[in-house]
């Protein structure tokens, strides 16, 4: 569980702040700052979107606050204030954005995976290819099909919590994840499959 650097938790700041400690709320967004940017940002793909997204993310938590009843985890709410967020705006725009820019991709969509060291450059090129990969892939899904790639794969969040934080029902959440992943699967390999065509007829061409 994360913690600011007095040892305050996100509940126990949360609990300050429905007794009334403004500060406390400063301290909530600087604790929860970088996941909630996070998720706006793989959303929308760009800083300036996403910072507004964040920002409105925020607003709608200060103002519903007061009323967090503690049915579910702060976590869970928190991401749900942030998914309606950013599907709203999205909907409001209506474009689908590029996103997952800083993603790297793998067989078991092991999304977090990422090296620690410093790659070779031949590890980084495919590195960049497979994020390529699959950014491409998941512009093809529809938003809350995305959203819910972004919330297990990413987030790691489980069927329940993801459940509650978007409303939907458990067998519906697992079903419609089921299909994101083979429509990202598939993606992927229809665009390997381009890859090796183009790569092929570009060495005719040459010879």
Request: hydrophobic share 35%; charged share 25%; net charge negative.
């Amino acid at each position: 569980m994360a913690t600011t650097a007095q040892g305050l938790s996100e509940e126990e700041l949360v609990r300050r702040i429905q007794r009334g400690d403004e500060a406390a709320f400063d301290s909530l967004m600087e604790l929860c700052g970088p996941r909630v940017y996070n998720i706006a940002y793989r959303m929308v793909g760009n800083h300036e979107d996403a910072e507004d997204m964040a920002q409105e993310a925020f607003v709608r938590m200060y103002r519903a606050i007061p009323k967090f009843d503690w049915r579910a985890s702060f976590t869970t709410w928190m991401y749900r204030i942030i998914t309606n967020a950013c599907l709203d705006e999205l909907n409001r725009r209506q474009r689908r954005p590029a996103l997952l820019n800083d993603v790297a991709a793998n067989e078991n969509f092991d999304m977090e995976n990422m090296p620690h060291s410093g790659p070779q450059p031949e590890e980084y090129a495919l590195t960049r290819e497979r994020q390529h990969e699959l950014q491409r892939a998941l512009n093809t899904l529809p938003d809350k099909h995305r959203m819910l790639v972004l919330l297990y794969d990413i987030q790691g969040l489980s069927y329940q919590q993801i459940s509650s934080a978007l409303g939907m029902n458990l067998g519906t959440v697992k079903s419609r994840l089921n299909r994101a992943r083979i429509a990202l699967r598939e993606s992927i390999s229809q665009f390997r499959e381009q890859l090796v065509e183009n790569t092929s007829l570009s060495n005719q061409e040459e010879s």
